[in-house]
């Protein structure tokens, strides 16, 4: 069962912090190696979801720690997308491929974030901020969202912000164009080409 904690304290040297709960006491110790989907250090007085385990000594200390997922505008962003998106494959029989691509490109650039976040964490090579975002453009923007609200990743950089809003900003503009007869008719010529690329 998930518990609801705040950070209390962090020692970044040391790689261990406290964690409390509603202010009771004991705090409840943890370790660097048991953030889940950390993509940058944990911050005082940060709410997190963990579990309960005990130690080899019996102490209970905090497991599976987690941030919340924040609903913020992106995910609103992608929300309405992908319901536009469900609603014209159902409605006026839009290429169902079009969901089946933009799942696998997600899921693609969903797992480059989630080892770019290993990789901060474990202070290895991080992805580049480039890749991330060809990614983003090629459709995986919807997994860029969801890893933002999942994992956390609060990019600083004003590049970052501005390319992964291009990127979301190239996708709308690409879907609404596929509603334009030239759209319409190269949007069927690439999926044929993919269907025979796949035969």
């Known amino acids: 069962m998930s518990i609801v904690g705040k950070i209390e304290q962090w020692d970044e040297r040391k790689g261990y912090g406290f964690i409390s709960v509603d202010r009771q006491a004991p705090r409840i110790l943890f370790h660097l190696s048991d953030l889940s989907g950390y993509s940058q250090k944990p911050r005082l ?61 997600s899921t693609v650039t969903y797992v480059f974030y989630l080892y770019d976040s290993s990789a901060m964490v474990d202070g290895q090579t991080r992805v580049p901020e480039l890749l991330l975002h060809l990614l983003a453009i090629m459709g995986g923007w919807i997994g860029a969202t969801i890893a933002q609200g999942t994992l956390r990743r609060e990019p600083s950089s004003f590049s970052y912000q501005w390319g992964f809003w291009i990127s979301v900003a190239i996708n709308i503009s690409v879907y609404a164009w596929t509603f334009t007869p030239e759209g319409e008719k190269t949007l069927h010529e690439w999926i044929s080409a993919l269907q025979l690329s796949v035969s």
């Open 45 to 105: 007085n940060e709410r997190v979801h963990f579990t309960l385990a005990k130690d080899a000594h019996g102490s209970f200390v905090a497991k599976h720690i987690e941030r919340p997922m924040v609903f913020g505008f992106p995910i609103a962003v992608m929300v309405w997308f992908v319901t536009i998106l469900a609603s014209s494959v159902w409605l006026i029989e839009y290429p169902a491929v079009s969901l089946l691509y933009y799942a696998l490109v």
